[in-house]
């Protein structure tokens, strides 16, 4: 069996944020006189501003910002310089989900050589135990996390009269007056067709799970019946023409959300962040968040989580000390977590993060975006609804890629959506055996 270095257990509990830490924990200490000039791959919006205060606090150490567009783009990049052994970063930004592959390269520093374990009691406990979860080797320091809501234009609901949906099943309902409504030209909602994670998200609000430890194997389940039911209710929206399969993050997509041509959507904690930096004055004061739709009326807010993410160290880095310390600094430093959360929306990995005033902020983005609401009130309530009891395999990355191959082939009308799940399961079943995991 091939040793997974790394694999993870998502625990979203907020109980324990009761003894979170209100000042900034003593950071190690920089190299006086040392000049050093760290390369950071990052995809977080506004993320020069936080450096800028960064570089204030440790002026002899320069930080170069290198975005290269979300998660696929960098992890490909990324995978690609680790292996060849040159063009790695300093530090990268990589998402829970993918942080077991990266382990498995041996491409990344035990940050616990420069102290970093001495920094697990400042961070939700559940986030700590993804980046070490043997509790020894410190693969990366927690940035943030990514449960799920549902965003949506209160102005574009109103003009087609219907109600913010609290059932999927009223949100299909919703999603068909909007079209015939509007003839077409208007969608409630889109659906993602090339990030695994945001659909993984909805069956897991559904107590879906898509990998599970069992013994010193592993149980692969890609096509679990909560997967089958979410797929073929997104599909029969999409076969009706009630929603939009425009790709994530492009600039289609802005451009339709927008214009009002895509009035919603379920996206995870960091996400309005994202709305506010890419769409800027456009549609801004006109976004709204609440509780994703239950598919029970009446019964308790359930979530999943898409995402958050973590800062890694690369064997590459030759100032790993000093890249070590902006990755703590990043993500524990109350101005950094406070810029983060305006600029780009961040959901703080840290326990006194979550208890920051500027979260509850409404004058500044993203709430300012969302019409001065109390989003991260929302996001907060969603983590509380996320099944803690979910696990991801180190062979994740190729099970992402291979979602695109079915869907694309869903979409197409070449599959249905029992049959896209189905190739799902076996190929990344046949795909994980190969690489030598004990796997059934």
Known sequence: MKKAVLFVTLALGLSALSS??????????????KKVTLEVWSWVPGLDKTVASFTKAYPDINVKIVNLGGGPNTYTKLQTALKAGSGAPDVAQIEYGFLPSFADTGGLVDLAKYGAGDYKKYFVPWTWGQVSPEGKAVYAIPQDTGPFAM???QDVLSKYGVAVPKTWAQYA???S??????AGKAKLGNFY???AP?????AWADSGQFFKRDGDGWVQTLNNPSAKKVLNYWNDMIKKGDVSTIGAFSADYWNATGAGTVASNFEAA?????????MKDKSAGLWRAAALPQWTAGSS??????GGSSNIVTTQSKNPKEATLFALWLNLSGTAITENWNNGGLFPASAAGLNLPALDDKTKNPSKFFGGQNISAVYAQASKGVNVNFQWAPWFPFANDNYNKQIDLMLKGKLTPDQALDAWQAETLANAKKEGYTVR
């Not at 003593?26 to 006086?32: S, T």
């Open 301 to 306: 807010i359930k979530s999943g989580n898409w």
């Open 193 to 195: 067709a090339t990030f």
């Open 173 to 175: 309902s919703a999603a």
């Open 151 to 153: 965003v949506y234009r």
């Open 177 to 182: 007056v909007v079209n015939q409504k509007s």
């Open 270 to 278: 960091w996400g309005p962040g994202g709305y506010a930096g890419s």
């Open 198 to 202: 945001w659909f993984m998200a909805l």
């Open 20 to 33: 979170a830490l209100a000042a900034d924990p003593a950071f190690p200490k920089a190299e006086a006189g």
